[in-house]
């Protein structure tokens, strides 16, 4: 499922890339890439930039930052294509691979601080959270998800990373917990907080 | 039944919630309006938050808009670029024209003297500061290239000799070579000091504020110091990183030295090589094969054997004897009434003036002065073809590293767009791997090694503006694509404009050090980057 849903967020191949990996199912580019077929790699990129630039954009905090992010993880990536084994699906493990990346970055850029760190009191705070249904329940314009970008762009890294990681790199609370070296319910807390300091932030708006 | 809690709601909606408590949410949702309105809003939100982050921010719109790197440097940096470049050249004009006194000429950075002065003294500052450290530092790396060894030979035998990387046996061999010399005798301090009836059975490595041999050394003397005095025997070569050496005993092997001023006025087996500012071979010097140096000024009142090679940026004094050729590149030459060349005398001057042979000197063989006329390069057609000698070797080069390493170069490449962080890097790396590559080399077990760091920093140093170039010339050209026929066409556009840009003078010497620092830092940064684990 995560397949197909992935395969139908790959961006349009680039006008005048006349290569003719084009029409090839993601099955054989892998299975080429893996043969240190360049152009395989090539293809892969171009499918996958965007989706990877993306996740690396909300996590880094600038534009450069994400890019060297980027083309990072498309180096590792010919390195490490060797070791993807098919268990879970290639743009979700690729997704993976960028989130490390950013970890890193990011832990690098705390020097040695933890980056994500445990809420306090663990999940037992969330009680307290109103029963109100959510304040971006309704179907919303573009402008508005434009606003919601942004307000989450701003949120700290404490909330974003989970926030990203969950609905953007679409991985379980197991896998970040694991990325981000957390107690399983730390992510959920973390998460939780996340939307809920993303509603406080967020303007009202006519429900 | 009681409701749920908004965050039980929240995991079920994420489909984190185990088995049988979302069946029994299920469950309770069937009967629980409430609960439901939370988990549909839940359910809606997290629509909402996948639909917006989904469609990707307008910067991150097509991977073709991004692949061609941004050049991040902004106008305001160019600017500062550019005053530095400015202020540079009138400062360095005005250094030209100005009538320094002798006495402070030392201290003028853009004197030959002043150069090799500013060099001699931040190494001995290096050197004094960490004299004291530097035998440590030896013994350190000493150790770390052993525990390198261990590790390595542990690696070897659990992959069962099937090593992934070649480079790792290489390595392995050269530091097991290089184990014997552990039996160096080190010696730190404010004084070293060979008294007159000692005598040091191994290779001495002395690294001290003043090294004094009056004694006899059976090994190679390997000295770091303020002053190095040698008036006993040295039975190996003498090595000397020194303000100053002096040798008015007995050296069997050669003499190398790094020093500002060499004194010599005892006897030498066979030759000496080195980058002295001043050397002075007295009357009694005897020294028994020839002397290859570049040196600021040097003057020859003893006996050379055989040739003399001088490169120097002052004046050549000779009163002394040398049994074959004499063969200068420099400002001035004096030979005067005692001075005897057995073979051919040859110089390269800039003017005739310059040059003072007086009447008594003998010169066997032939003499050949030339004036070296500073006459245009641009004016010969050699000049053309080896400037396109160049250019071409340069695209081969960076044609071959696209064939076997296309990820790596692409990536170094790209990395020179960091501008300033790459720039910084790169000085830090071109002024810190020679430091390091000394560092290393103190302990000799670490010779290999800091052997293999030569080689890989004069090829960064070369491949620096390969990377430069294909930078420039992407930024220019904005190839739709990266493939490897835009990168070279890009290299070949930068490496063009680089070169002409070199010529510019000043301004010339000022960019390819730039260039040099800016790929050295890429490549530095790459490195590191490669280096770092995937997952």
Known sequence: MDAKRNMAKEPQPREGGTSQMEGLDLESVIERAR?????????????????????????LDSRESAED????????????????????????????????????????????????????????????????????????????????????????????????????????????????DLERNNVAALIFRAKQELRRRLPHRSK | MECYS???????????????????????????????????????????????????????????????????????????????????SIVSGWFNELDIPAALESFNPFSVSGRTNLIFNSFYYFAHGGTAMLADYAAVVGWICLLLLLAGSALLVGRRGRPHYPGLRLLIVLLALSLPSFALERRHGEFVTVTANETVDDTLVAAANMVRVDGVVNGDLLTFGRTVEVRGT???????????????????????TFSRTLDFEGQLGHSIYGLVQSLHIDDRGRVGDGIVVAVGDI??????????????????????????????????????????????????????????????????????????????????????????????????????????????????????????????????????????????????????????LVALYLAAIYLAKIWVGAFLGRILLKPSGATKGDWLLGLLVGLFILTIVGFIPYLGGLVRLGVICLGLGAFAGQLYRASRPVM
């Open chain 2, 299 to 452: 003057s020859l009142e003893g006996e050379v054997k055989r040739s003399v090679n001088i490169v120097t940026g002052g004046s050549a004094d000779v009163s002394g004897t040398i049994g074959r050729d004499l063969t200068m590149v420099g400002r001035s030459l004096t030979l005067t009434n005692t001075a005897r060349v057995g073979g051919n005398l040859s110089a390269r001057v800039r003017q005739l003036k310059e040059v003072h042979i007086a009447e008594g000197a003998t010169i066997g063989g032939k003499r050949d002065i030339q004036v070296r006329v500073r006459e245009s390069s641009f004016t010969r057609p050699r000049f053309y073809f080896h400037q396109a000698v160049w250019l071409a070797g340069g695209i081969l080069v960076g044609w071959l590293g696209m064939l076997v390493f296309p990820g790596f170069f692409q990536a170094t490449t790209q990395l020179v767009g960091s501008g300033w962080l790459s720039l910084g890097l790169g000085v830090g790396v071109l002024a810190g791997v020679p430091v390091a590559i000394v560092v290393i080399a103190i302990t000799l077990v670490g010779l290999p090694l800091s052997l293999m």
């Open chain 2, 234 to 256: 040295v039975k190996g070569d003498l090595i000397s990183f020194a303000q100053r050496t002096e040798v008015s005993g007995t050296v069997e092997g050669h003499i190398y």
């Open chain 1, 69 to 180: 992010a980027t083309s990072e993880v498309f180096l590792k990536l010919q390195r490490s294509i060797e070791s993807y084994d098919r268990s879970i699906p290639f743009p979700r493990w690729l997704l993976r691979i960028a989130g490390n990346q950013c970890i890193d970055a990011l832990r690098r850029r705390q020097r040695g601080r933890r980056a994500i760190v445990e809420v306090e009191d663990g999940a037992a705070v969330i009680e307290a959270a109103s029963s109100e249904p959510s304040p971006l329940g309704a179907v919303i314009s573009k402008e508005d998800r434009a606003k919601v970008r942004d307000t989450i762009a701003r949120l700290p890294d404490n909330y974003r990373v989970p926030l990203v990681l969950r609905y953007y790199s679409e991985l379980s609370y197991d896998e970040i917990a694991q990325q981000l």
């Open chain 1, 35 to 59: 043969g240190h077929d360049a152009e395989a790699m090539g293809e892969i990129y171009r499918r996958y930039v965007r989706r990877v630039f993306g996740l690396c954009r909300y996590m």
């Open chain 2, 6 to 88: 908004e965050q039980t709601c929240a995991l079920a909606v994420d489909g984190e919630l185990a088995g049988d408590e979302a069946q029994r949410l299920r469950d309770h949702l069937t009967t629980c309006q409430r609960c439901r309105a939370l988990v549909d809003a839940l359910r809606a939100e997290n629509r909402v938050l996948s639909e917006s982050l989904n469609e990707l921010p307008e910067e991150a719109a097509s991977p073709a808009s991004f692949s061609p790197r941004r050049w991040s440097w902004g106008w305001g940096d160019l600017a500062i670029l550019a005053a530095l470049l400015v202020l540079g």
